[in-house]
Structures are given as structure tokens and as C-alpha cells.
């Protein structure tokens, strides 16, 4: 939905590392959290039915303390509270988005507007408990809805109240901690640029192996204006983004991405060579085989590495969606789920050894990193996202609307021999599909295709010419 003209916040979530604390405060923060592990974990078993369906967050506490009471763990109170109240909107997350799936199931079983009045009423029906007494919509939340379950125990919730902050240097800051005991808190130091405040989460990092703290920045408002210039996104894996517009954003993320692909597979191949010796030398040698599994085979070089190619990724798309955006608020057409554009992925897959390398290199492209960066920097701009239906974006002509026209690689060449930039077309085709009154976001691939077949019968026709001289012609392939 658009949003409304006037101003949203800029909030974004900061983490700071902790930089020191003595031992004993290290193993009391320890036990707590193992301790509100056990609140968080039972508190997700009790709260994350459909019987505590819409349960408002601010209930969840008495529900709860009804079977867990704080002295039963040693805990304090607050404590106990804000845990139990974190895990009730989480649930409150979950049940949301289950709530957005469904209603895309309704209009793809209801489409149309002969069906308004009936989808209109299921969607209210949804939002209560209500639903159980449905057996379409019981069935549906039923299938969509996967009850929580949280094995979570390392990390504690702060309120305001539960913690002091006192400046010490430029970027260092003392927090006094909520203990649990009364009247005495934990001490301990963190490198920030600038004062905690707010609600905070203290997390043990179990790559890291240390304490972070992490809290929400707010970086002012932005004016919404009352009208947004259009334009379309095509997302790929060559590039992160390419606009209607004709500019590319993010040209190095194929690159990238392959590269850190090809290194693991590699580091693995090898990492399995030496697993294979250090079992076999097991029985042999157990002395050279105990120093081969302590030197060559722990995780916490590759893990490193691994996190800092994954920090460079995400540099780039949000870099790209940084571009995109320049500062200036738009209305932003792009698909949900797009296919990876590199030329050495559009070719046909002849053999196993290759189909196996794409899959690697698909799972490294980080389309749900794409489609968070894009929606966080059209939160900071004042602009719009809105994603339309995919199908068929990339093989439609942008000049024609129809599908007369192949691609090959980044190349798309039209009937008339013309070539157009592939995903530059894609693009203005994402574009397009944001106003066609024809294709609705909830249309299934077969819907789709017929639509398309009738514009391009219709385009023949004038020329005087039918889609089976267009497919004899090689105009469709």
C-alpha cells in the first residue's frame, strides 16, 4: 500500500561490540541468559498456537506467569517480563506475515471483481479468531502458519530502566546492567559513536565468542511527497539492480559473488581430502591424525573469511540500492523473485558437474539481501516499493508488449532484428506491470502467458500475420 504524504522515521538498528567486563559479571550474564532461554522457549510453546491467535503483546505476561513464575529460575521480575514480551511480538511478526500469505491466497482463489465482496469479507474474518469457525481459512492458516519453537539463549532484553549509560571516552560507554540480584549491576564497556538509549538487546556472539550490544538509531524524519516519479527494477545476479532508466547499480555483485563461491567450493573439496587421511590415519597414526584435525581442519580462519565476503556482497547491493534511490523519492516497481542474469547461467545445462555449479552460485546470490536493502533505502527516501507479478518480464518486447522477440545472455533481439539491452528491457517491462490492468500481482504463470498471447495475436493481426507465422518465422521462441 502507498504510504500516506507526510514523514516516516529513519530507524536503523546498531551493534556495538563489548569491549570489556570482569569474569564474574561474564558468567553471571552467562547463567541469566541460560536462564531466560528456558522463559523464551516456553513462553514460544505457550503463546505460539493459533489459540492465542491476535493476542495483544501487553496480555502475554499473565499467560505466561500462569505456569513460570520468576522464582522458579532465580530470575528478577523485569527481567522475566521483557523477555516473555519480546517473544509475544515476535509471534505477533509471525502471525502477520502468515496473515499476508493468506490473503495472496484468497484473491489467486478469488480473483477478480465479481469476487470483491467475498474477499473483502474473508480478509476481516482473518484478522480474529474467527477464521477457526471457516474451514477454507482454517486450512489455509493451518498450512501456512508453522507454530514457533525457540532454542535461543544468548541474549538478554534491556527497557530503559533496566540500564545506565555513562560516557567515559569519545566512542566509550559504561552500562550498568541489571543483575540478579537487587540493588547490584553489571558493569560493562562498549565501543560506540554515540550514547545508548532505548530498549536494548545484549547478544552472545557465538562466532565471535564475545558480547554485543544491539539498540535502534533514530536518524531523524523524511517528508513523504504527495507524487512519486515510476520506475521499474529488474534484479540480477551480473548486476544487483538495473532501472527503467537504463542505468546499471552494483555491476561487480556477479563477480564477487562467484568468486566467494568458487573459494569455498574449492577450500571444501580440499577440507575433504584431509578428513578422508585424518580418518584413515586415525588407527595408523592417532598422533598425526589428532595434529591434522587440530590444524587443518577447524572453521575459524574460513569462518572469518567467510564473514567478510559476505559483508562485501552487502556492501554492493546496498550500495546499488543507494544509487537507485539518490536521494530522491520514488514509486519503485520490481519482482519479489528474480533469475540471475550472467551470461555463463542463461546457457542450457549439458552436464551434471555444471547444473551442480549454478545451484552453488544461485545460492550465494542474495536475492533476499537485494529485496531488504531496496526496501530500507525506500524507507529513508520516502519512496514506495511495490512488487508486481514476474512472469514472463524477461522475454516480453518493452517496445511492443508481446512476446516476439529471444534472449540470449544480455543481449534481446526483437522481431525486426533490433537488439535491446536484456535487462534494460526487463526493467521497463517490471515497469509497464505496475499499471497493467490486465496482469494483477496474484496471477499464476498460465494466466499470464494467455494475456500476453492475446496482445501478440492482436499485433500480428495488424500486419496481417498469425502467431503461426510468427513461430515459422522465428519471431517466437
Not at 502468515?98 to 484478522?127: H, M, S, W
Not at 535461543?152 to 530502566?161: A, C
Not at 498460465?446 to 500480428?460: C, D, G, H, P, S
Request: charged share 30%; hydrophobic share 35%; aromatic share 6%.
Amino acid at each position: 500500500m502507498p504510504r500516506k504524504v507526510g514523514a516516516a522515521k529513519r530507524i536503523s538498528t546498531q551493534i556495538v561490540p563489548v569491549v570489556g567486563m570482569t569474569k564474574s559479571v561474564e558468567l553471571e550474564l552467562l547463567s541469566t541468559m541460560k536462564k531466560l532461554g528456558i522463559v523464551r522457549s516456553e513462553s514460544y510453546n505457550k503463546l505460539g498456537s493459533i489459540s492465542h491467535w491476535s493476542l495483544d503483546w501487553k496480555k502475554a505476561i499473565p499467560e505466561v506467569k500462569s505456569f513460570r513464575t520468576p522464582d522458579t529460575l532465580g530470575l528478577p521480575a523485569k527481567l522475566m517480563d521483557w523477555t516473555v514480551n519480546d517473544v509475544a511480538k515476535a509471534i505477533t511478526a509471525s502471525q502477520a506475515a502468515c496473515t499476508d500469505a493468506v490473503i495472496k491466497k484468497i484473491y489467486k482463489r478469488f480473483p477478480g471483481k465479481d469476487n470483491q465482496k467475498t474477499r473483502k469479507e474473508l480478509c476481516k474474518q482473518l484478522k480474529t479468531l474467527a477464521f477457526q469457525r471457516l474451514p477454507l481459512l482454517h486450512r489455509l492458516v493451518r498450512k501456512e502458519f508453522q507454530r514457533g519453537h525457540s532454542w535461543v539463549k544468548n541474549q538478554i532484553v534491556y527497557q530503559q530502566v533496566g540500564y545506565n549509560c555513562k560516557r567515559l571516552s569519545r566512542n566509550t560507554y559504561q552500562l550498568e546492567l541489571a543483575g540478579l540480584r537487587r540493588g547490584k549491576r553489571n558493569r560493562v564497556i562498549v565501543r560506540s559513536n554515540r550514547k545508548i538509549k532505548g530498549q536494548i538487546r545484549l547478544v552472545y556472539n557465538q562466532l565471535l565468542q564475545g558480547f554485543e550490544v544491539h539498540f535502534l538509531v533514530d536518524y531523524g524524519t523524511v517528508e513523504i511527497p504527495p507524487s512519486r516519479r515510476s520506475i521499474g527494477v529488474d534484479k540480477g545476479y551480473t548486476e544487483a539492480l538495473y532501472d527503467s532508466d537504463g542505468q546499471a547499480h552494483g555491476k561487480g555483485l556477479g563477480k564477487a559473488a562467484t568468486k566467494k563461491s568458487d573459494r569455498i567450493c574449492n577450500k571444501n573439496r580440499n577440507r575433504g581430502k584431509l578428513w578422508a587421511l585424518h580418518k584413515k590415519l586415525k588407527k595408523l597414526d592417532p598422533a598425526k591424525s589428532a595434529r591434522i584435525l587440530e590444524n587443518n581442519l577447524s572453521r575459524k580462519t574460513e569462518n572469518k573469511r567467510y564473514r567478510q565476503n559476505q559483508s562485501e556482497l552487502t556492501a554492493i547491493i546496498g550500495a546499488a540500492s543507494k544509487s537507485l534511490f539518490n536521494g530522491e523519492s520514488l514509486k519503485v516497481f520490481a519482482v519479489r523473485e528474480a533469475w540471475p542474469t550472467a551470461l555463463d547461467l542463461t546457457q542450457p545445462i549439458k552436464n551434471k558437474r555444471q547444473s551442480k555449479a549454478v545451484s552453488r552460485k544461485l545460492n550465494s546470490w542474495m536475492k533476499g539481501e537485494i529485496r531488504d536493502s531496496l526496501q530500507k533505502w525506500a524507507n529513508w527516501t520516502g519512496s514506495v516499493v511495490t512488487e508486481v507479478q514476474p512472469s514472463y518480464t524477461s522475454q516480453v518486447d518493452s517496445v511492443t508488449g508481446t512476446l516476439l522477440g529471444k534472449r540470449s545472455g544480455d543481449n534481446f533481439t526483437r522481431f525486426d532484428g533490433v537488439v535491446l539491452q536484456a535487462d534494460h528491457n526487463a526493467a521497463k517491462n517490471v515497469l509497464d506491470r505496475g499499471t497493467d490492468k490486465e496482469i494483477s500481482r496474484y496471477m499464476n504463470k498460465t494466466e499470464v502467458q494467455a494475456v500476453l498471447l492475446r496482445r501478440t495475436a492482436r499485433f500480428l493481426k495488424g500486419m496481417g500475420l498469425s502467431l503461426a507465422d510468427a513461430v515459422e518465422l522465428g519471431w517466437i521462441g
